[in-house]
């Protein structure tokens, strides 16, 4: 049985090594060179403190799968102003009517091409729509599902549209 749970500071743990560990969509330059710089207790710290600014003022931005409440999968997503990484993407920026999906990750990889990746995406669009956001954006892939939100296949099966489209990370929208 699946369940979508918003991030809290009690769960924060949860929330699969790999991400709580990253800062890549928080920063902007080298990120390799950067994470050499930082303890993981500073990431985690930076991390958190990311994630407490952006649920103060966009409201929830972290979410667990569950599954028979084990967390199997992670979304991030938020005003794109609250993700600085974007400049690097040629396709963007993502429009600031649009909820910016960072990452949408089912953590192991035999368990994937399950319907746990539909079940997250359409449960974040329904917690979204019933906030009042009208659109959600995305840099899919083109080709490969090794990117931060997953491949372009994945989002034109749920009705996005490539809205710009300058390498292989085109930005895709969906009014929701
Ligand atoms: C993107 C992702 C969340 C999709 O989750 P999922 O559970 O595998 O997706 P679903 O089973 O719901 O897939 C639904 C449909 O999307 C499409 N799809 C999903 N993954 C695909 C892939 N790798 N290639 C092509 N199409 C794909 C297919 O049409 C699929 O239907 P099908 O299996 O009947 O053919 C998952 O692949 C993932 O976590 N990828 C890694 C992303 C990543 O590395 N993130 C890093 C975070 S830092």
Redesign the pocket.
């Known amino acids: 049985m699946l369940k979508l749970a918003p991030v809290e500071p009690e769960n924060f743990n949860g929330i699969d090594k ?2 709580r560990f ?1 800062l ?1 969509w928080q920063t902007t330059g080298s990120y390799m060179e950067m994470m050499e710089t930082l303890s993981k207790q500073k990431i985690e710290e930076m991390k958190r403190v990311w994630y407490i600014d952006t649920r103060r003022n966009f409201g929830d931005c972290c979410f667990l799968v569950y599954l028979s409440n084990v967390p199997v ?2 979304i991030q997503c938020a005003s794109p102003e609250a993700f600085p990484r974007i400049v690097d993407y040629s396709s963007g920026p993502p429009n600031n009517d649009a909820v910016f999906l960072a ?5 192991r990889r035999e ?11 359409e449960s974040v669009i329904k917690n979204l729509r019933q906030r009042g956001f009208g659109a959600i954006e995305t840099f899919a892939r083109k080709d ?8 372009l ?2 989002y034109l ?2 009705g996005f549209k490539v809205i710009a489209e300058k390498d292989e990370f085109p930005l895709v929208r969906l009014e929701i």
């Open positions: 790999s991400c990253c890549y999968g992670f990452c949408l990750y089912v953590f368990m994937r091409r399950r319907g746990i990746g539909t079940f997250m995406l490969s599902e090794n990117n931060p939100s997953g491949p296949e994945f099966k749920h």
